[in-house]
T-cell receptor, first 118, second 114 residues
Framework: EAQVTQNPRYLITVTGKKLTVTCSQN?????MSWYRQDPGLGLRQIYY???????DKGDVPEGYKVSRKEKRNFPLILESPSPNQTSLYFC?????????????????FGPGTRLTVL | SQQGEEDPQALSIQEGENATMNCSYK?????LQWYRQNSGRGLVHLIL?????REKHSGRLRVTLDTSKKSSSLLITASRAADTASYFC??????????????FGKGTKLSVIP
């Protein structure tokens, strides 16, 4: 089954304790992205990656890092989490338009990771 | 940067009625997508309409796009209690840094009363 998986689904941590949220997709997609969702603000993009070893900042990258060492994985790293990073996080993936003649522009989202930083 | 803005923010209807949600955006787009989210859960892709399309159907969903007004609408016909969710529009830019990046609105919260 084509899917995007995230782990963990729920996490409560304390300020300053480094954490990693993993994201993996099995659709061989080039493009992967991280979003955070906050009440009243909708979804905002944190980082994205166009392919292996290619990453770039989205709208709200401060306090986050990402890496793209393999095509299927795109972990989100919080080196020193703070309470303002308490949020619902979503990973997403899609094909690039030139990757296939039958490409789709649909982004596929993971189930979300609810993070609480105390 | 927030681009899509949904209207209304909340909508409550009786089962069987039609629900219409609107989305406005600011810059040129490649496509516009609608997603559904059940409370606190993942986003489910509903339908995508490209900038050169004006209307698209999928089951009980009908989406229109007016690029001259930079607006879109999502119509859900014969609503069911199971349609209760938040609905988001998302626009994909058509050039430079906007390509592939989805910019979401804040969503419309739909409640369908049985």
């Amino acid at each position: 089954e084509a899917q995007v998986t995230q782990n963990p689904r729920y996490l409560i941590t304390v300020t300053g304790k480094k954490l990693t949220v993993t994201c993996s997709q099995n659709m061989n997609h080039e493009y992967m992205s991280w979003y955070r969702q906050d009440p009243g603000l909708g979804l905002r993009q944190i980082y994205y990656s166009m392919n292996v070893e290619v990453t770039d900042k989205g709208d709200v990258p401060e306090g986050y890092k990402v890496s793209r060492k393999e095509k299927r994985n795109f972990p989100l790293i919080l080196e020193s989490p703070s309470p303002n990073q308490t949020s619902l996080y979503f990973c997403a993936s899609r094909q690039l338009r030139l990757a296939s003649l039958n490409h789709t522009d649909t982004q596929y989202f993971g189930p979300g990771t609810r993070l609480t930083v105390l | 940067s927030q681009q899509g803005e949904e209207d209304p923010q909340a909508l409550s209807i009786q089962e069987g009625e039609n629900a219409t949600m609107n989305c406005s955006y600011k810059t040129s787009i490649n496509n516009l997508q609608w997603y559904r989210q059940n409370s606190g859960r993942g986003l489910v892709h509903l339908i995508l309409i490209r900038s050169n399309e004006r209307e698209k159907h999928s089951g009980r969903l009908r989406v229109t796009l007016d690029t001259s007004k930079k607006s879109s609408s999502l119509l859900i016909t014969a609503s069911r209690a199971a349609d209760t969710a938040s609905y988001f529009c998302a626009t994909e830019g058509n050039s430079g840094a906007g390509s592939y990046q989805l910019t979401f609105g804040k969503g419309t919260k739909l409640s369908v009363i049985p």
